[in-house]
C-alpha cells in the first residue's frame, strides 16, 4: 500500500516520542504503510538522527531542516513565497501543507507534537480517520457567546479555558443537544495531563513553569461532539487529523517573526478560519477522542506571555471579522469553495483599518499572507496538475 496519510511532526526536541505513535500503530492493528512522515526541523537539530529514526521504524518519511526546506521551495518554484512559513516556529507545521498539496497521493493529514504521546486505549491513526468517515449522531455544543469551550465537559470542576478562549467569551451559558454529523473535514483528539492553556491563564493557575497546576485526565472527557454552526472553538494542533481538502482554508499562521512579535496563535487562529470555512461549506470538526497525552517540558511561564501578549486584543477580535464574510449574508456572495472563503477573509484582513486595536496592522500582514498562501497553492497544483478537490 502506497502512503496516503502524511504525518507532520514539527520538532526540534523530541522526535522519538514517534516510536510510541508507531508502536501505538501496531498494538492495534493500523497499517503503518499508509503512513508518510514528515519531520520539519532546523538545521541546528539532529536531521541525521530523526532519519536514522524513521529507517529504524521502517515507516516512510523524510525530514526537512531549514537548508531543505529552501531547496525544496526552489525546486517547486516557489521561492517567492518562502516567508510563508517563519523559521523556528510552530507555524512550520504550514510547510506540511505545501508538502501535502504538492503530492496528490495524500489524501490525509495528521498534526502531532513532539510533546505528545498517544493512550493504549486508542488506536490514534485509526481512530482519527473513522471519524473523519463518521455519519452518525454525537452531541452539539453551542453558548450565549458564539464560543464552545473545548473542555466544557467537565469545567464546573476545573475552570479551565483552553489557549486562544476570548477572554471576553467566558462564562458563557452552555447548550448541548445531539445532531447526525455531516460531512466530517477535521478530527481533533485532545489532551490529558498538560492542559492546553495560555500564559495569563497558568500565571491565573499558579505556575510558573509554563505548565499548569491544574491537570486534566480521563474523568475531564466523555466522548466526542461538535460546536453548532455559527459557534466557535479553539483547535489546537498538537493532535490533529484533517482531509487534504481543507488546506486551503487551513493556513498556519505566521507567528514569531514578525516585526509585532506576535506568537502562539498559528493554530488557533487558523482553526477558526478553518471553522468558518466548514460552517459555509455544511462541514463538520469532530472534537474529543482520540486523547493523548500531552507532556509539556517546563520553560518560564512569562516567556509564553511575552509571545502571546502582543496578539491578546486581536485574538478577541479576530474570529468577529471573519464571522461577517464568506457567505451571502454578509458583503461578498456566498463562497462555494474552501480557497473562495479563504479569500473572502484574506481580503476583510489585508484591506481593513484596524488602528483601533494594539498592534492591529498585524491583521493587515496576516492577511497578505494568506492571500500569498492561495496563490502558493496555485503554482504548486499547476505544476503538479492538482485539481483542488473542493473546485
Excluded at 473572502?344 to 484591506?351: P, Q, R, T
Aim: net charge negative.
Amino acid at each position: 500500500m502506497k502512503p496516503d496519510i502524511c504525518v507532520v511532526v514539527p520538532t526540534i526536541r523530541e522526535y522519538e516520542c514517534m516510536r510510541s505513535y508507531f508502536d501505538n500503530a501496531r498494538a492495534h492493528g493500523f497499517d503503518l504503510d499508509r503512513l508518510f512522515v514528515l519531520l520539519v526541523t532546523e538545521d541546528f537539530c539532529d536531521s541525521e538522527g530523526m532519519a536514522a529514526m524513521l529507517d529504524d521504524e521502517g515507516v516512510s518519511g523524510a525530514v526537512f531542516d531549514g537548508s531543505a526546506r529552501e531547496a525544496w521551495y526552489e525546486e517547486q518554484g516557489i521561492e517567492a513565497y518562502s516567508h510563508l512559513v517563519p523559521a523556528a516556529s510552530h507555524a512550520q507545521t504550514s510547510f506540511g501543507l505545501l508538502y501535502m498539496w504538492a503530492h496528490p497521493e495524500f489524501d490525509y493529514g495528521v498534526f502531532i507534537d513532539d510533546d505528545t504521546l498517544p493512550h493504549d486505549e486508542w488506536d490514534f491513526f485509526g481512530r482519527h480517520m473513522e471519524n473523519l468517515h463518521r455519519t452518525d449522531e454525537v452531541e452539539s455544543v453551542a453558548s450565549d457567546e458564539k464560543w464552545v469551550n473545548v473542555l466544557y465537559q467537565n469545567a464546573d470542576e476545573h475552570g479551565l479555558y483552553p489557549r486562544g478562549y476570548p477572554y471576553s467569551a467566558m462564562d458563557e451559558t452552555v447548550e448541548t443537544d445531539t445532531r447526525e454529523l455531516r460531512d466530517v473535514v477535521a478530527s481533533q483528539g485532545l489532551w490529558t495531563n498538560v492542559p492546553d492553556l495560555d500564559a495569563v491563564r497558568i500565571l491565573m493557575d499558579g505556575d510558573l513553569e509554563g505548565q499548569a497546576q491544574t491537570r486534566t485526565d480521563f474523568d475531564d472527557f466523555d466522548g466526542d461532539f461538535v460546536a453548532e454552526p455559527g459557534q466557535y472553538l479553539t483547535v489546537c494542533s498538537m493532535n490533529l487529523a484533517f482531509k487534504r481538502e481543507v488546506i486551503p482554508a487551513f493556513y498556519q499562521l505566521p507567528m514569531d517573526d514578525n516585526e509585532w512579535e506576535v506568537g502562539r496563535f498559528d493554530d488557533i487562529w487558523s482553526g477558526v478560519f478553518l471553522k468558518r470555512a466548514a460552517d459555509v461549506l455544511e462541514k463538520d470538526i469532530v472534537n474529543g477522542y482520540p486523547l493523548c497525552e500531552h507532556n509539556k517540558a517546563p520553560r518560564p511561564t512569562f516567556d509564553d506571555l511575552n509571545n502571546e501578549v502582543p496578539g491578546l486584543e486581536l485574538n478577541e477580535h479576530l474570529w468577529e471579522v471573519v464571522d461577517a464574510v464568506g457567505d451571502d449574508g454578509g458583503s461578498d456572495e456566498e463562497a462555494d469553495s474552501y480557497a473562495a472563503v479563504f479569500e473572502a477573509m484574506a481580503d476583510s484582513l489585508a484591506e481593513g483599518d484596524w488602528s483601533d486595536y494594539q498592534n492591529g496592522e498585524f491583521f493587515n500582514y496576516v492577511g497578505e499572507h494568506m492571500q500569498d498562501w492561495l496563490d502558493c497553492l496555485d503554482v504548486l497544483a499547476a505544476k503538479k496538475n492538482v485539481v483542488p478537490a473542493d473546485d
